[in-house]
């Protein structure tokens, strides 16, 4: 490979997935564990270090989320700004609650009520993209009375990739995916509060989205337990934060404790996949 082959190829983006043990309704504990994962990230050389779906309040909490809801550019968004700043490191701040009526930063689907809301921070700590959850869990969740859907489709480019985001129970919807990718997306960032027994639905899933689109998904998975304190159930989450590339093979993953997953994606194996396999060049639809 010559120097001048070399100027031109970007070089490969570390992306870090914080898998965090998540307790419901801890949100300074919780917080405090996600800067502890950027800074051991970071430490370790990362680029971009992605977090869960409500990672500061507990995607289960929903007795929590008006109490902890905040502006986008709130309390929790704005240390994640500074620790991007800080570590020259790029973050997607996997979820909050978003209070809508108090945002003033961007537009907003409503004037009032909350959002599932995912930030995504480069690393000077600018905002760079923000994605609010579209399709609402419904199936034994209070989420879909709780939230208001999302609207905005956008991209922003991190370390030479075209990344897009979506949330959790979004795996399940392919169309939404074809519209990242026709807006430039090669990579998708799924932060997620994906629990057990659905396991093979959370594997099977994103390695498809990965295979049909022909780019790079890596999904964020929490930690940890949450009891409903008026049932007593008990729901665990499976973990199990994967990084899979174009062609669905994992690159990283891990169990279900708390871990940091790491890996090494390149724009140009996006390009080659793709021409190689144009199966995006042939649809018809």
Known sequence: MTAETTSRETPPLTLALAQLRVEAGAL?????RALDAIDRAAARGADLVALPELFNVGY?????????AQPLLGATNARLRA??????????????????????????PADDGLANTAALFDADGDLQLVYRKHHL???DSAESDLLVPGERIETATIGGLTVGVTTCYDLRFPALYRRLVDAGAELVLVPSAWPYPRLEHWQTLSRARAIENQCYVATINGSGQFTDGDTGDTTTLLGRSTVTDPWGITLASTGDDPDLVMAELNREAV??????????RDRRL
Not at 60 to 68: I, N, S, T, V
Request: zero cysteines; charged letters at 30%.
């Open 28 to 32: 300074e504990e919780n917080v405090d």
């Open 60 to 68: 289960f909490a929903f007795d929590r989320y008006e109490r902890d």
């Open 83 to 108: 620790a991007a700043a800080e570590h020259d490191i790029a973050i997607l701040a996997g979820s909050i609650v978003e209070d809508l009526g108090a945002t003033t930063a961007v537009d907003t």
């Open 137 to 139: 869990f419904g199936y």
């Open 271 to 280: 390009s080659a996949v793709r021409e190689e396999f144009p199966a995006l």
